[in-house]
Antibody, heavy 118, light 110 residues
């Protein structure tokens, strides 16, 4: 079955960087676009970024543009999110999700918690 | 990239029907039939309930339906069950090739 497993979350100091990973199984990773979505504690969902099947194209939410970079390694069936210049406002659970042919986010991982705190 | 507008909360009794609205702009909801809806129970992962405005993924009850008129989409749940109590989020593809979510609606089944 389709599985997405995020990792790399934890506590990080303001201004530092962190890289999240999302390892997938149960489907051909290279056939799907992939998203990152975050959810701050007690808040709603916030879309972060999407990357194309081959990794050549990516789009970002305005608030993350320039600080976050999404990438993928199709040989490892793994999605990444590089986050730089982190602030307390980036504290959230970060989910990866499989794109449904540009129409929806159809499968979600369990999420990984990122806490930005000194 | 302003969030789509949803009511903060709605409520209904078991067996009743409710609707949740999702208002965007001519650059997102009004521009594409790529509106989707997600259900999230407390502490759980979001689950896709509706995609392309009105289509249901396999396994989702036909009590859930979606529609759209202009810049506003709606999710309707008929024959409310207690287990439908959850947060619901709409989402839309945008003309900037990005995605945007609504602020979420808390459904209470009284």
């Amino acid at each position: 079955q389709v599985q997405l497993v995020e990792s790399g979350g934890g506590v990080v100091q303001p201004g530092r960087s962190l890289r999240l990973s999302c390892a997938v199984s149960g489907f051909t990773f290279s056939n799907y676009g992939m998203h990152w979505v975050r959810q701050a504690p007690g808040k709603g969902l916030e879309w972060v970024a999407v990357i194309s099947l081959d990794g050549t194209t990516a789009y970002y939410a305005d608030s993350m543009k320039g600080r976050f970079t999404v990438s993928r390694d199709n040989s490892k069936s793994t999605l990444y999110l590089q986050m730089n210049s982190l602030s307390a406002e980036d504290t959230a659970v970060y989910y990866c999700a499989r794109d449904r042919q540009d129409t929806a986010l159809e499968n979600w991982g369990q999420g990984t918690l990122v806490t930005v705190s000194s | 990239q302003s969030a789509l507008t949803q009511p903060a909360s709605v409520s209904g009794s078991p067996g009743q029907s409710i609707s949740i609205s999702c208002t965007g702009t001519s650059s997102d909801v009004g521009a594409y039939n790529y509106v989707s809806w997600y259900q999230q129970h407390p502490g759980k992962v979001p689950k896709l309930m509706i995609y392309e405005v009105s289509k249901r993924p396999s396994g989702v009850s036909n009590r859930f339906s979606g529609s759209k008129s202009g810049n506003t989409a709606s999710l309707t749940i008929s024959g409310l069950h207690v287990e439908d109590e959850a947060d619901y989020y709409c989402s839309s593809y945008t003309s900037s090739s990005t995605w945007v979510f609504g602020g979420g609606t808390k459904l209470t089944v009284l």
